[in-house]
């Protein structure tokens, strides 16, 4: 899939570009796969600086029975593989939920240019909530952050899940 590459964005902006939008709903369809397989629905998808989409995944914890089974990881490692190349520079990880400390550490070891993420997450959000993994300077690396693009389907996704759970 081949689409204009965004243009630079404002940080944490909840206006959405129509690409950012376009590759979010990418992900929430990915999302929506791993709550049919009884995954947390998140998903994500690596997109190249000239627009082209690398690869795109969703949770997978469960399904293979793996605790770093997460959709950034996973679609990370799919992105390096078709690149041929661990460095992802120029890349745009859009995720629908806000990432954990593990998947930051793997934005910031993936040398990611750009996050755009859906929701927060109270209880793990490592870019925005908890922690400021994507803009620590003592970090060997930094990245842009866009948060709030489909905020709304991205939780509500989640509360799906979760309601019939916690009842």
Same mark, same amino acid.
């Given at each position: 899939?081949?689409?204009?590459?965004?243009?630079?964005? #404002?940080?944490?902006?909840?206006? $959405? @570009?129509?690409?950012?939008?376009? =590759?979010?709903?990418? !992900? %929430?369809?990915? *999302? &929506?796969?791993?709550?049919?397989?009884?995954?947390?629905?998140?998903?994500?998808?690596?997109?190249?600086?000239?627009?082209?989409?690398?690869?795109?995944?969703?949770?997978?914890?469960?399904?293979?029975?793996?605790?770093?089974?997460?959709?950034?990881?996973?679609?990370?490692?799919?992105?390096?593989?078709?690149?041929?190349?661990?460095?992802? #520079?120029?890349?745009?990880?859009? $995720? @629908?939920?806000?990432?954990?400390? =593990?998947?930051?550490? !793997? %934005?910031?070891? *993936? &040398?990611?240019?750009?996050?755009?993420?859906?929701?927060?997450?109270?209880?793990?959000?490592?870019?925005?909530?908890?922690?400021?993994?994507?803009?620590?300077?003592?970090?060997?690396?930094?990245?842009?952050?866009?948060?709030?693009?489909?905020?709304?389907?991205?939780?509500?996704?989640?509360?799906?899940?979760?309601?019939?759970?916690?009842?």
């Amino acid at each position: 899939m081949m689409v204009t590459p965004p243009p630079p964005s #404002i940080e944490n902006s909840a206006t $959405a @570009t129509t690409v950012d939008e376009a =590759m979010m709903q990418l !992900a %929430l369809a990915e *999302a &929506r796969e791993a709550a049919a397989a009884g995954d947390v629905p998140v998903g994500a998808v690596v997109v190249a600086g000239d627009g082209t989409v690398l690869a795109q995944d969703r949770n997978r914890r469960e399904t293979d029975l793996d605790p770093t089974a997460h959709a950034e990881v996973l679609a990370l490692r799919s992105a390096a593989r078709r690149l041929g190349a661990w460095r992802l #520079i120029g890349c745009t990880v859009y $995720a @629908t939920l806000e990432p954990c400390p =593990m998947c930051a550490g !793997a %934005l910031i070891n *993936a &040398r990611v240019a750009r996050l755009v993420y859906g929701c927060p997450d109270p209880k793990s959000g490592a870019i925005d909530t908890l922690f400021t993994i994507g803009r620590d300077p003592r970090l060997n690396h930094r990245f842009e952050v866009v948060s709030g693009v489909l905020a709304e389907p991205s939780a509500e996704l989640l509360k799906a899940f979760f309601r019939p759970r916690r009842q």
